[in-house]
């Protein structure tokens, strides 16, 4: 899960440390995705998140600040026996809640390289995905710093998830926020 960014539209700061519902925007992606193995892609958040969320790792990509694909390049590199990489961006409170569906789709369709989220307005989400490491691989291994995330999908075949409007949510801007903390969690669906 990559979590870094800088946070411009919201005045700077860590959007995954953003109260929504009386908890953090991470502690709520996290806690929806316990059932699996998980990365964060971030700065080391200190002993009391790490005590929140015992068995996830923490890494930072290198050099920090290389953008989404470099971080998901840095998370898959902790993984190396692992087949499939699910990317959920850090400023996605209800993103955790798509992970069964997005790998259910995949496991469906096995001649996909990956399962992308799409929501009302038709377009792909690629942090929000699931992608099979064999098909990335070599984007990741080949320079992913300052590479799009969009990048990790060209040229596969894609399956697509369709999420709604609340579990595609990403809090870039104070309006997001307000959204976001306005919204009844919606319940997970298999």
Request: net charge negative.
């Amino acid at each position: 899960m990559p979590a870094g960014g800088t946070a411009r539209r919201l005045g700077g700061g860590d959007k995954t440390a953003l109260d929504v519902g009386g908890r953090t925007i991470l502690d709520r992606v996290l806690d929806a995705t316990a059932a699996w193995p998980r990365v964060v892609v971030a700065d080391d958040p200190g002993p009391a998140a790490r005590a929140r969320h015992p068995g996830v790792r923490w890494v930072r990509e290198d050099p920090p600040g290389g953008g989404p694909a470099a971080a998901l390049a840095a998370g898959a590199a902790t993984a190396p026996d692992a087949s499939v990489l699910v990317a959920l961006a850090g400023d996605q409170p209800w993103a955790g809640i798509v992970v069964p569906r997005l790998l259910d789709a995949l496991d469906a369709h096995p001649d996909a390289g990956a399962a992308l989220a799409v929501g009302a307005s038709g377009r792909r989400q690629p942090l929000l995905a699931a992608y099979r490491l064999d098909a990335i691989r070599h984007v990741l291994a080949g320079g992913a710093h300052n590479l799009p995330a969009r990048a990790l999908a060209e040229g596969l075949e894609i399956v697509e998830v369709p999420v709604t409007d609340v579990e595609e949510l990403d809090v870039d801007t104070p309006a997001d926020l307000a959204r976001a903390r306005a919204t009844t969690p919606p319940e997970p669906a298999r």
